[in-house]
């Protein structure tokens, strides 16, 4: 089983790491860094830096497809290199995931029409373009294609998955040996839970978050 | 401010990525992976490559030293180039820090003598070794030594931690720009909440866990 993450310049690195530790010891399975050119690929910061492995037209049918969102999603949303690689992938995969705005490029390679999915909660609107149907669950199961919210859902997304993939107790042995038993110092990772203040300063795009 | 992030061979990719997520952002900071020699360094999967943009030796004086766990670890007990760095380096730091095994590097480099820390749960009697007082907390916070339980607890120690360099209302925006809200779809996180069977295994090294 090929696990394929893809990455592009600008991607959020919790949104593709959070699920290849979650997936990448899953039995029989090989995980693979992909982008558009092998090599290095830098992250939204520019302060962290991960290798490609593989070139996507080297990895043509993988068994699972992760897309990781980011700021440099934007730059992605006319790359029909990109596209075509995640509309073809889709085809044979048997599943196809996203994480937070990755589920915006699932979108725009028309896989989402007519699914239920999620993402970033400030992304959540514009899947209603791509014919989606945004909910605001933290992970979405739509057929073969599973989508995450917001950069650290990827971890719940995965674990998810894994459930599929291998069997609950697998999943139970990752979210132990990772030791996922979460405890936020705060209660604010929800738009519905967060002081107001730091809601409108996100939504006004004067926050750290572009 | 300087944010180190130690990179070495078989390092668990979540537990430096965690950390580097919510801390990256942090006004007036400058995040940096190093590591021994500048360059690729592999994760205990040997299927993920993070770049280390500096040498130790070029990094002297970091406000704070974030220290990832994974099974490389083992090999970097008594690598005095390392350990005298975290040394130093903890010296003149304002914050040193560690992630899951990472707490045992800590502890090697004598930075632990009587300090309550923790680690990951299957390894938590080994810091009495140091002279450590091992808590099974996820976060323990002692004078300036902030250490993280299991490979994700590093994101709630990154955000505990985020709370006191920056302030409540700025972390908060960090959880909420993250998402994080988490939804395991399991409460298997812990030795206590796990099904025996599941513990069973990761104690006794038959899990995909080495």
């Given at each position: 089983?090929?696990?394929?993450?893809?990455?592009?310049?600008?991607?959020?690195?919790?949104?593709?790491?959070?699920?290849?530790?979650?997936?990448?010891?899953?039995?029989?399975?090989?995980?693979?860094?992909?982008?558009?050119?092998?090599?290095?690929?830098?992250?939204?910061?520019?302060?962290?830096?991960?290798?490609?492995?593989?070139?996507?037209?080297?990895?043509?049918?993988?068994?699972?497809?992760?897309?990781?969102?980011?700021?440099?999603?934007?730059?992605?949303?006319?790359?029909?290199?990109?596209?075509?690689?995640?509309?073809?992938?889709?085809?044979?995969?048997?599943?196809?995931?996203?994480?937070?705005?990755?589920s915006?490029?699932?979108?725009?390679?028309?896989?989402l029409?007519?699914r239920r999915a999620t993402s970033?909660?400030?992304?959540?609107?514009?899947l209603?373009?791509?014919?989606a149907?945004p909910?605001?669950?933290?992970?979405v199961?739509d057929?073969?294609?599973?989508t995450?919210?917001?950069?650290?859902?990827?971890?719940?997304?995965?674990?998810?998955?894994?459930?599929?993939?291998?069997?609950?107790?697998?999943?139970?042995?990752?979210?132990?040996?990772?030791?996922?038993?979460?405890?936020?110092?705060?209660?604010?990772?929800?738009?519905?839970?967060?002081?107001?203040?730091?809601?409108?300063?996100?939504?006004?795009?004067?926050?750290?978050?572009?």
């Amino acid at each position: 089983m090929q696990i394929a993450i893809v990455l592009y310049d600008r991607f959020t690195a919790l949104d593709a790491i959070g699920p290849y530790e979650m997936l990448c010891r899953t039995p029989g399975s090989e995980t693979v860094f992909v982008a558009e050119r092998p090599g290095p690929v830098s992250n939204d910061r520019g302060t962290l830096t991960l290798l490609a492995e593989k070139a996507l037209d080297e990895v043509p049918r993988p068994d699972i497809v992760v897309v990781p969102g980011g700021p440099g999603q934007r730059d992605q949303m006319g790359n029909e290199t990109l596209l075509g690689w995640l509309r073809a992938a889709a085809a044979t995969s048997t599943w196809t995931t996203s994480v937070c705005t990755g589920s915006l490029l699932l979108g725009a390679a028309g896989l989402l029409r007519g699914r239920r999915a999620t993402s970033h909660w400030l992304a959540l609107d514009t899947l209603a373009t791509f014919g989606a149907e945004p909910t605001g669950e933290r992970v979405v199961v739509d057929g073969k294609v599973v989508t995450g919210a917001g950069v650290s859902a990827g971890i719940d997304m995965a674990l998810t998955l894994l459930g599929k993939v291998a069997d609950d107790e697998f999943a139970q042995s990752i979210q132990l040996g990772t030791e996922y038993d979460p405890q936020p110092p705060y209660d604010a990772g929800s738009p519905l839970k967060a002081p107001a203040a730091v809601v409108g300063r996100l939504r006004d795009g004067t926050s750290v978050f572009r």
